[in-house]
């Protein structure tokens, strides 16, 4: 087992010693991701590879992007972007007749550094046309075995956590969740046409240990539950699986068709970690454009800042079959397959850090 002590400032990651301290990690990301490969391909996906730069790199408010400026070949400038997630250009594969595909996806975060977080990271995507969402769920539960059983492992470990990622995940809906380990009764903070009682979420945290800003928004409140009180009894002994976020909390599903509270969208945790973000994708364009404009409406709001709308990708959503896809940080799983503890240990040349 490589050492997962921390790596000196003072060394850059080309260092010998800590390329050396580092390579055992990423010769087993690289067996992970070709296992993957081979078991996504026997289950007859194809892989794409979606450009980088787009016109819009998402538009959900608390993603930020990385600009850059193109110039036409008479020298006149437009603004692109690095995408956050290869989603928008796999929904319009899927408009073009693509069933089945998957991307390992090189994407761009801004403002995120951190033990789990890096600026420059992988993401695997993948879709399925005429499939029910829970689907999706059975491919986790396969790329954690399939993950593990690459490395030689039967248990990931991170920070004092240990899940089995042979074993089946529990399957948790957000409002038990809330219930279970917060004592709230979070669906009757939102109505079936979507709006949210902000101060009725905010009573149920009073009293909780949870500190908050009276001007906080339900949003707020309700990632401040989630973070504080839910996630760190995700994933633990087994993966978690949580689903049926709040219609608010999931930008690009579609509702339940049982309840219009809630929507089409899971999180799959181990050891406390989210690993992978899935959703029945939503086909109302007009649904989706309002989204969109709320989204950038509250970026606006507390960034100063919003992106542009992809027009192109709500035209291939309104004749995109129905389908539905899930995108996981490949890095992450990685890093609990072969025990690193920073994500710079499972990438080959991290970005540089500035000052």
Known sequence: MPSTGSISKRSPWWNAQVHSDRRPFLLGRNRIQNAIRQHLDEGDFIEVDPAALQVSPGNETH?????????????????????????????????????????????????????????????????????????????????????????????????????????EPERLTVAEAFERFAAIDLLATVSVAGDTDRDLLADGLRGSGIRFAEDDSWTDLFSRVLVEKIEPHLGIVKP??????????????????????????????????????????????????????????EKQRIYGERYPIDEDFLDAIEVMPDACGAALGFDRLAMLATGAQRIEQVLWAPVAETS
């Open 63 to 167: 993603l930020h992007a990385f600009a850059t400026e193109a110039l036409t070949t008479e020298g006149k400038p437009h603004d692109l972007f690095l995408h956050t997630s290869p989603e928008f250009a796999c929904k319009k594969l899927l408009a073009a007749g693509e069933r089945k595909i998957f991307s390992f996806a090189h994407v761009f975060r801004n403002r995120e550094r951190g033990p789990l977080h890096h600026p420059e990271f992988t993401m695997l995507e993948w879709y399925r046309v005429d499939e029910d969402y829970r689907s999706l769920m059975d491919d986790c539960q396969s790329l954690l075995s399939v993950a593990a059983e690459t490395s030689g492992t039967t248990r990931f470990s991170y920070r004092g956590s240990t899940t089995d990622p042979f074993a």
């Open 240 to 297: 978690t699986i949580l689903y049926e976020y709040p219609v608010c909390e999931a930008a690009l599903a579609r509702p339940s068709p049982s309840d219009p509270r809630v929507s089409e969208r899971f999180e799959l945790y181990a050891c406390g970690v989210e690993l992978a973000n899935a959703f029945g994708e939503l086909t109302d364009a007009a649904e989706q454009r309002r989204r969109f404009n709320e989204a950038m409406s």
